[in-house]
């Protein structure tokens, strides 16, 4: 078993293994009696101080884990398929291989047993809005229907951030978004106390990772992408500081502020025959099943599946505002805009051949970002192209708070301050701001950390300053560019449609009309172009995924006649059935601004001769 900052001197002597009455009285105890010392310590204010816990007991030389879980920080572990178990050499740190299930359910007021027992001693279950009046409040919810009162997660959540609360009946305090803590005197009077809900289980051979990570890890990655993250390392402590990396960088996107990010990642190596009863049935577990001291001595074996709240993907409205206000002021003087038009933009001039091991690096870092996550294989290709390379200097300024940001950014090599000026320092020009994070990117450890996500969607001011710690090496992605590699594949996939109708491409097959339209070039033409010229020899046929031409030929006699082409046409055809000297039949023009998908005839020869040999 590999643990981040383990110390395993002393866990080899622990080979007691207490029955699951006693164990969950003795957790239980260590809760409750480390609650009543924070009340008793003098030099700790605890009025409004609680934290909370999750931790997992290991059973001496057993294959088994209980999980204490006192608020809504999570416990997750990562099995294997059993497919993946079947073939020889499936290694754990497969992303692909590992299915995520929650080992601790959230203590929070989403849970109508935990709202009623708050209730109970007397709390106000409210979120903000409601406080401020600008939702209803129905107080007698949880005593209305069948008992199945549980919020339905990921339909009643608020995507702005504003949960439900716990508050005092005589004033808008605690607040405390969690139904139980450890040293909050005053949050405890309403209900939020310090006992632990608790799973014990017997580890299989399946299970691979185990993750312990307080809320905000889980406030923007769901329990899947955080164990996908875990699986690309061999390394722990690696891992802990990817996850933790990506969740801060979260933060910043959508909240004005950052949680707690903490975490600890264990992978178990292997695991023998498991000792003692209980099944390993991947089921839903229910609130009974959590509850302290049971005494039936059984392991609870069952896994929870579904109760997890979900990721917010959206910001809060303060955030919103803020952004609005800093771009307003700010827009006309930020010298990180582009130059240029967004539609003038040349993709293509930033196309640069990529490495193996240099792609290995650019999927590494985007495959757990969620701006990434439903990119077709052939948009990847191309965002591995418009990756810019950045060699860093030592103490280079990469992004500065408040400017306006356009590119987001790769760590393939080095270090990376992350720093925020606050509020009353913003108007001195050369505050730095205060150290809050540490980007670090290696090959050797395949680590790849990326920042300024947000630039990718919309222009927005940077949230943070980003400085240079090393010499390094960073991949850029700038927003037209990944905004071109979005549009130009769906323009690819509709050229295919049109390549289909040319004769001589009828008869191909969809993987090879795709092979041929990522040969397709763009070219951009203005109102009143001359596109292509009646007998000169062509090398070219033109696709028109929007716009318009005019197409004339001239008879024998001497006579024009005239066509319009309009978008989802196409022209030039004749050149690629006949040898090198073929000529135009008609002269195009563009009668507005359009653009053309181009298909010059020497590579479509080149495919169709390589596809007859296979």
Same mark, same amino acid.
């Given at each position: 078993?590999?643990?981040?900052?383990?110390?395993?001197?002393?866990?080899?002597?622990?080979?007691?293994?207490?029955?699951?009455?006693?164990?969950?009285?003795?957790?239980?105890?260590?809760?409750?009696?480390?609650?009543?010392?924070?009340?008793?310590?003098?030099?700790?204010?605890?009025?409004?101080?609680?934290?909370?816990?999750?931790?997992?007991?290991?059973?001496?030389?057993?294959?088994? #884990?209980?999980?204490?879980?006192?608020?809504?920080?999570?416990?997750?572990?990562?099995?294997?398929? =059993?497919?993946?178990?079947?073939?020889?050499?499936?290694?754990?740190?497969?992303? *692909?291989?590992?299915?995520?299930?929650?080992?601790?359910?959230?203590?929070?007021?989403?849970?109508?047993?935990?709202?009623?027992?708050?209730?109970?001693?007397?709390?106000?279950?409210? *979120?903000?809005?409601?406080?401020?009046?600008?939702?209803?409040?129905?107080?007698?919810?949880?005593?209305?229907?069948?008992?199945?009162?549980?919020?339905?997660?990921?339909?009643?959540?608020?995507?702005?951030? =504003?949960?439900?609360?716990?508050?005092?009946?005589?004033?808008?305090?605690?607040?405390?978004?969690?139904?139980?803590?450890?040293?909050?005197?005053?949050?405890?009077?309403?209900?939020?106390?310090?006992?632990?809900?608790?799973?014990?289980?017997?580890?299989?051979?399946? =299970?691979?990772?185990?993750?312990?990570?307080?809320?905000?890890?889980?406030?923007?990655?769901?329990?899947?992408?955080?164990?996908?993250?875990?699986?690309?390392?061999?390394?722990?402590?690696?891992?802990?500081?990817?996850?933790?990396?990506?969740?801060?960088?979260?933060?910043?996107?959508?909240?004005?502020?950052?949680?707690?990010?903490?975490?600890?990642?264990?992978?178990?190596?292997?695991?023998?025959?498991?000792?003692?009863?209980?099944?390993?049935?991947?089921?839903?577990?229910?609130?009974?099943?959590?509850?302290?001291?049971?005494?039936?001595?059984?392991?609870?074996?069952?896994?929870?599946?579904?109760?997890?709240?979900?990721?917010?993907?959206?910001?809060?409205?303060?955030?919103?505002?803020?952004?609005?206000?800093?771009?307003?002021?700010?827009?006309?003087?930020?010298?990180?805009?582009?130059?240029?038009?967004?539609?003038?933009?040349?993709?293509?001039?930033?196309?640069?051949?990529?490495?193996?091991?240099?792609?290995?690096?650019?999927?590494?870092?985007?495959?757990?970002?969620?701006?990434?996550?439903? #990119?077709?294989?052939?948009?990847?290709?191309?965002?591995?192209?418009?990756?810019?390379?950045?060699?860093?200097?030592?103490?280079?300024?990469?992004?500065?708070?408040?400017?306006?940001?356009?590119?987001?950014?790769?760590?393939?090599?080095?270090?990376?301050?992350?720093?925020?000026?606050?509020?009353?320092?913003?108007?001195?020009?050369?505050?730095?701001?205060?150290?809050?994070?540490?980007?670090?990117?290696?090959?050797?450890?395949?680590?790849?950390?990326?920042?300024?996500?947000?630039?990718?969607?919309?222009?927005?001011?940077?949230?943070?300053?980003? #400085?240079?710690?090393?010499?390094?090496?960073?991949?850029?992605?700038?927003?037209?560019?990944?905004?071109?590699?979005?549009?130009?594949?769906?323009?690819?996939?509709?050229?295919?449609?049109?390549?289909?109708?040319?004769?001589?491409?009828?008869?191909?097959?969809?993987?090879?009309?795709?092979?041929?339209?990522?040969?397709?070039?763009?070219?951009?033409?203005?109102?009143?172009?001359? #596109?292509?010229?009646?007998?000169?020899?062509?090398?070219?046929?033109?696709?028109?995924?929007?716009?318009?031409?005019?197409?004339?030929?001239?008879?024998?006699?001497?006579?024009?006649?005239?066509?319009?082409?309009?978008?989802?046409?196409?022209?030039?055809?004749?050149?690629?059935?006949?040898?090198?000297?073929?000529?135009?039949?008609?002269?195009?023009?563009?009668?507005?601004?359009?653009?053309?998908?181009?298909?010059?005839?020497?590579?479509?020869?080149?495919?169709?001769?390589?596809?007859?040999?296979?």
């Amino acid at each position: 078993m590999k643990c981040s900052n383990l110390d395993e001197s002393d866990y080899s002597k622990n080979t007691m293994d207490l029955p699951k009455d006693v164990l969950q009285s003795v957790l239980t105890k260590a809760h409750v009696e480390c609650n009543k010392k924070m009340h008793a310590c003098q030099d700790l204010d605890d009025s409004l101080s609680g934290t909370t816990s999750i931790s997992v007991y290991l059973h001496g030389n057993r294959n088994k #884990i209980t999980v204490s879980n006192v608020g809504d920080s999570r416990a997750v572990i990562g099995r294997s398929t =059993d497919s993946m178990l079947k073939k020889e050499g499936a290694s754990s740190s497969s992303s *692909s291989t590992l299915k995520a299930f929650a080992l601790s359910r959230d203590q929070t007021p989403y849970r109508r047993d935990e709202r009623i027992r708050c209730r109970k001693s007397g709390a106000r279950v409210l *979120s903000l809005d409601q406080i401020e009046g600008l939702e209803p409040i129905n107080e007698d919810e949880d005593e209305e229907g069948d008992g199945e009162g549980d919020m339905v997660l990921g339909e009643e959540i608020d995507e702005g951030g =504003d949960p439900p609360r716990i508050w005092s009946p005589h004033g808008d305090y605690p607040g405390t978004a969690f139904t139980r803590s450890i040293g909050d005197a005053i949050a405890e009077e309403l209900g939020v106390y310090a006992e632990p809900e608790m799973l014990s289980r017997e580890l299989t051979k399946e =299970d691979k990772i185990i993750v312990l990570a307080s809320d905000g890890v889980f406030e923007f990655l769901t329990n899947q992408s955080v164990i996908d993250i875990c699986a690309k390392f061999t390394d722990p402590l690696e891992a802990c500081r990817a996850v933790v990396a990506e969740s801060y960088e979260l933060w910043l996107q959508y909240e004005m502020r950052t949680d707690d990010i903490t975490m600890i990642c264990i992978f178990i190596d292997d695991v023998g025959s498991p000792q003692g009863q209980g099944s390993t049935k991947d089921l839903g577990l229910t609130p009974s099943n959590l509850s302290v001291g049971s005494g039936d001595g059984a392991d609870d074996d069952d896994l929870i599946s579904n109760t997890a709240r979900p990721v917010r993907s959206t910001m809060t409205a303060e955030k919103s505002r803020a952004i609005m206000l800093a771009k307003m002021s700010m827009l006309r003087s930020v010298r990180d805009v582009a130059q240029f038009e967004e539609e003038d933009f040349d993709l293509e001039s930033l196309f640069t051949e990529k490495t193996a091991e240099e792609k290995e690096s650019i999927d590494e870092a985007i495959r757990a970002s969620v701006m990434f996550q439903n #990119i077709t294989d052939d948009q990847r290709e191309l965002i591995y192209k418009a990756m810019e390379p950045m060699p860093v200097k030592e103490g280079q300024m990469i992004i500065k708070q408040g400017t306006v940001g356009d590119r987001f950014y790769i760590v393939d090599e080095g270090r990376f301050e992350v720093r925020i000026v606050p509020e009353n320092q913003k108007a001195e020009e050369d505050a730095v701001g205060n150290c809050v994070h540490v980007y670090e990117g290696s090959r050797e450890n395949h680590s790849h950390p990326s920042f300024g996500e947000l630039a990718l969607m919309y222009s927005a001011p940077r949230a943070a300053s980003i #400085i240079a710690q090393s010499d390094g090496l960073l991949w850029a992605l700038h927003r037209y560019a990944f905004n071109k590699v979005i549009a130009e594949q769906s323009s690819r996939m509709e050229a295919e449609k049109v390549l289909k109708k040319i004769d001589l491409f009828k008869t191909l097959s969809s993987d090879s009309l795709k092979k041929l339209s990522s040969s397709l070039c763009e070219a951009k033409f203005s109102c009143g172009d001359v #596109i292509i010229n009646e007998g000169e020899v062509g090398d070219s046929v033109f696709i028109m995924p929007g716009g318009s031409c005019k197409s004339v030929r001239t008879s024998k006699n001497g006579k024009e006649s005239e066509v319009e082409l309009k978008e989802g046409g196409f022209f030039g055809e004749e050149v690629l059935k006949g040898g090198l000297e073929s000529k135009y039949l008609t002269t195009v023009t563009a009668t507005n601004k359009m653009t053309c998908w181009m298909l010059q005839k020497s590579e479509a020869k080149s495919l169709l001769s390589s596809l007859r040999k296979e």
